[in-house]
């Protein structure tokens, strides 16, 4: 099979425009309320998980 390349922007271009609206920030603000704060299920820089 041969491999397929995207050649046509448009896809990307759609997408961008789906997740414009998305405010990361906020996303991010929402689930550490959710979690009340605390981290859970991470892995750190020195590939350590936390319970």
């Known amino acids: 099979?041969?491999?397929v390349t995207l050649t046509?922007?448009?896809l990307w271009d759609e997408?961008?425009?789906l997740l414009?609206?998305?405010h990361i920030n906020h996303?991010?603000?929402q689930h550490l309320?959710?979690?009340n704060y605390k981290i859970?299920?991470?892995w750190d820089?020195?590939?350590k998980f936390y319970e």
């Open 15 to 17: 997408l961008a425009k």
């Open 20 to 22: 414009e609206p998305i």
């Open 33 to 35: 309320e959710s979690c």
């Open 8 to 10: 046509n922007h448009q």
């Open 1 to 3: 099979m041969n491999p």
């Open 45 to 47: 820089s020195n590939n």
């Open 40 to 42: 859970l299920g991470y």
């Open 27 to 29: 996303l991010a603000t």
